[in-house]
């Protein structure tokens, strides 16, 4: 039998993340915890206003979960993933949690971290980006100057200065950039803004346009840089919708539903001949450490959320300078900070 345990948590962070769509400054996220035979296993999902993703939400869709936890064995990853799949099929941030935790659990059952359980080597994969969020243009300038040693900086737009603040930042270092307009930019803006930003050492574009624009087509045709989709892929279905539109994908897990229907979908753009990237939202350390296991499946990674904190809820991989360091831990390797959540196994789940 599995035990599950869920409860709410406030992020604060070290500075209000402004991106085209508004601005946060404590991120409300959720930590499920499954509990099997002695062995805890986490996983998280954050809410998120554009999704329609809530607390009170992911609460109820989890509580669905109850009449099937007493059938359920972690060794029976697949058997389990499905049959919660289908419950929750309408809310991929729940599922996600759910998704991270099991994982997390199968692979502490068989004692190895579980990047070790897929055959992958830790040390493999891309270097993380680390965000610069929108603001004042001196603001953003101190934000960069803040964290010197990362190697490679993602810096969301979708203002009315936008080349003037990318200009301005290049003045203060040489390392990479990539910029992310969150659907902020017109086809028009997109195509124009595509050539200066490549002169100023722009990678590729993030999501320039709103989802299901029809002016992707003519951007993709027309970009002097390559166009990644965000928001325009948040689930398996969405992959084969991007060739012709996008260059690459940007997968969220939170948005897809977990690891394995990421996994699915870095097999499928692979196939398709995209470019793969895996993101983070603004998390806690336990959805950080999930993200890490695949890392080295991916071509780009945005995995510094809990590097934008002022504190964190948990310990596990750690990102620095964009460099992932694995603890010597079994599955994703997480340990909340005041230990494990209550458990209720006279209910079969608990909410905390």
């Known amino acids: 039998m599995i035990d599950i ?5 406030a992020l604060p962070l070290k500075h209000p993340f402004t991106i085209a769509r508004g601005t946060v400054e404590v991120q409300e996220t959720l930590v499920v915890q499954l509990h099997e035979a002695g062995e805890f296993g986490y996983g998280e999902a954050t809410t998120n206003e554009f999704y329609g993703a809530t607390i009170a939400g992911m609460s109820r869709s989890l509580a669905r979960l109850g009449p099937l ?15 919660a799949a289908g419950l929750l099929a309408d809310d991929p941030f729940a599922r996600c949690a759910f998704d991270l935790a099991l994982h997390d659990l199968w692979a502490r059952r068989r004692g190895l971290p579980l990047h070790a359980c897929w055959g ?33 900086y993602k810096i969301k737009l979708g203002t009315a200065d936008d080349l003037a603040i990318v200009r301005e930042l290049r003045r203060h270092t040489d390392k990479p950039f990539r910029v992310d307009a969150n659907g902020g930019w017109t086809a028009r803006q997109a195509i124009e803004l595509s050539g200066p930003l490549a002169d100023l050492g722009v990678e590729f574009i993030e999501q320039p346009l709103p989802p299901g624009d029809p002016g992707m087509a003519e951007v993709w045709r027309s970009s002097v840089l390559p166009v990644v989709a965000d928001e325009s892929c948040a689930d398996e279905a969405d992959v084969e919708r991007c060739v012709g539109l996008f260059h690459g994908i940007n997968i969220k897990l939170v948005k897809c539903g977990g690891l394995a229907p990421a996994r699915r979908m870095i097999a499928r753009a692979r196939g398709l001949g995209l470019r793969v990237m895996c993101g983070c939202m603004t998390e806690s350390t336990v959805g950080i450490s999930a993200l890490a296991q695949i890392a080295p499946e991916l071509d780009d990674v945005d995995i510094d959320g809990a590097a934008l904190l002022a504190s964190d809820i948990a310990s596990g991989v750690v990102v620095e300078a964009g460099r992932r360091r694995y603890p010597a831990r079994p599955g994703t390797g997480v340990e909340l900070r005041d230990g494990p959540l209550p458990l209720r196994a006279t209910s079969g789940f608990a909410s905390g």
């Not at 345990?5 to 948590?9: D, E, G, Q, V, Y």
């Not at 059938?71 to 993933?81: F, I, P, S």
């Open 5 to 9: 345990s869920w409860r709410a948590f």
């Open 69 to 83: 936890l007493g059938g359920m064995a972690a060794e029976r990853l697949d058997e389990a993933l499905a049959a």
């Open 120 to 152: 992958l080597d830790p040390a493999a994969g891309p270097l993380s980006n680390y965000t610069i969020g929108i603001d004042e243009p001196a603001v953003m300038v101190r934000k960069l100057g803040e964290v010197p040693e990362w190697p490679i």
